[in-house]
């Protein structure tokens, strides 16, 4: 059974940094694009950022500049760096995984909540 657990949501102050983690445990030989996706309320969910193995990132538009994603794939893990944080960033955060050992399914994390007062 494949896992995603993500860490690392908090409050913060606008203008502040927090580094989410997503690790997928479980018996994991292969690991398509990887992503995050925020929901805050009353709202659809969104893109944020993903990753693909070799690197290539694709970024949400309100993100570009502010966030930066990235990824260890020998530890299973992908990591969201959010710098210049605003209010409007308060959202669910959600991890992403895609073609785990070449199944289509998604997989998705439990979220953590990121707050960003003003």
């Known amino acids: 059974q494949v896992q995603l657990v993500e860490s690392g949501g908090g409050l913060v102050q606008a203008g502040g940094s927090l580094r989410l983690s997503c690790a997928a445990s479980g018996i994991i030989f292969s690991i398509g694009t990887m992503g995050w996706y925020r929901q805050a309320p009353g709202k659809q969910r969104e893109l944020v950022a993903t990753i693909s193995p070799g690197g290539s990132s694709n970024y949400g538009d309100s993100v570009k500049d502010r966030f930066t994603i990235s990824r260890d794939n020998a530890k299973n893990t992908v990591y969201l760096q959010m710098n210049s944080l605003k209010p409007e960033d308060t959202a669910v955060y959600y991890c992403?995984?895609?073609?785990?050992?070449?199944?289509?399914?998604?997989?998705w994390g439990q979220g953590t909540q990121v707050t960003v007062s003003a």
């Open positions: 992403n995984a895609n073609n785990v050992n070449r199944d289509l399914r998604a997989y």
